[in-house]
C-alpha cells in the first residue's frame, strides 16, 4: 500500500533561516507530487506540485520542492523563511488513480 | 482559480440527531469528491471518495450507514453524519477534483461538535 511519511512533527525555526521539511513516499511507479499548507484557521492550499519533467519544482512564496526518483523523496524548502509561512505543511502522492494519500503534516513555526 | 465551498463551516449538534454538510465546487465541474475528517494535531484522514452519479467508496474502518455520501451533482456533494454521538465531533473537510487532473482542490472545512 502507498505510504507518505513526514520527518519531522515541528519545527521552529527563527526568521530568515533556510527551511527543509522531508516528504518521503513508498510506491515504486509513476507519481504526481504535491505540497499543501494551512495556516491557522485556513483551509488547505496547494504550494505546489510535480508530475513530470524538472525534478525541482517552484511553487508559491519562494517554496520550492525536488523530487528526487532514487530516493522517492519529494523535500520542500525554502532559503529564508519568514514569520508569515508559520503554518501546517502536508506532503501528498497520487499514484495515478483517484486517492491522494497525505502526510502527517509538519507543524512549523517561525519566530518573528 | 478553483473555489470549493462548505456549509456550514461550524455546526453544534444533539448527540442522536443527524447533520448534513454540503461541498460545492463554485467555477468548475467536479468529477471527483473526496471526504476527510481531521482530528487535532493529526492529518487528514480519507473518508470516502465520491463520482457524480455512483455510490461512494467508503475507507476501510468508516461506517457507511453513519456517514452518507450524496454525490448528486457535479457541483455539490453532501456528507449526513446520522445519529451523531459525542466522538463523531471532528473537522471535516472536502475536496474536488476536476475531470482527470490529480490536484485536489479543499473547502474551508467544517467543524462539528456533538452535545
Known amino acids: 500500500a502507498q505510504s507518505v511519511s513526514q520527518h519531522n512533527h515541528h519545527v521552529i525555526l527563527s526568521e530568515a533561516a533556510s527551511l527543509e521539511l522531508g516528504c518521503n513516499y513508498s510506491?515504486?511507479?509513476?507519481?504526481?507530487l504535491f505540497w499543501y499548507v494551512q495556516y491557522p484557521g485556513q483551509h488547505l492550499q496547494l504550494l505546489l506540485k510535480?508530475?513530470?519533467?524538472?525534478?525541482l519544482v517552484k511553487g508559491i512564496k519562494g517554496f520550492e520542492a525536488e523530487f528526487i526518483k532514487s530516493k522517492f523523496s519529494f523535500n520542500l524548502r525554502k532559503p529564508s523563511v519568514q514569520w508569515s509561512d508559520t503554518a501546517e505543511y502536508f506532503c501528498?502522492?497520487?499514484?495515478?488513480?483517484?486517492?491522494?494519500?497525505f502526510g502527517a503534516g509538519t507543524r512549523l513555526f517561525v519566530k518573528a | 482559480g478553483a473555489v470549493v465551498s462548505q456549509h456550514p463551516s461550524w455546526v453544534i449538534c444533539k448527540s442522536g440527531t443527524s447533520v448534513k454538510i454540503e461541498c460545492r465546487s463554485l467555477?468548475?465541474?467536479?468529477?471527483?469528491m473526496f471526504w476527510y475528517r481531521q482530528f487535532p494535531k493529526q492529518s487528514l484522514m480519507l473518508m470516502a471518495t465520491?463520482?457524480?452519479?455512483?455510490?461512494?467508496?467508503?475507507e476501510q474502518g468508516v461506517e457507511k450507514d453513519k456517514f452518507l455520501i450524496n454525490h448528486a451533482s457535479l457541483t455539490l456533494s453532501t456528507l449526513t453524519v446520522t445519529s451523531a454521538h459525542p466522538e463523531d465531533s471532528s473537522f471535516y473537510i472536502c475536496?474536488?477534483?476536476?475531470?482527470?487532473?490529480?490536484?485536489?482542490?479543499f473547502g474551508p472545512g467544517t467543524r462539528l461538535t456533538v452535545t
Open positions: 467555477d468548475f465541474q467536479a468529477t471527483t
Open positions: 475536496s474536488a477534483r476536476d475531470g482527470t487532473k490529480y490536484e485536489q482542490y
Open positions: 510535480y508530475f513530470s519533467g524538472d525534478p
Open positions: 501528498a502522492v497520487n499514484a495515478g488513480g483517484f486517492k491522494t494519500i
Open positions: 465520491s463520482n457524480e452519479g455512483s455510490k461512494a467508496t467508503y
Open positions: 510506491y515504486g511507479g509513476t507519481v504526481n
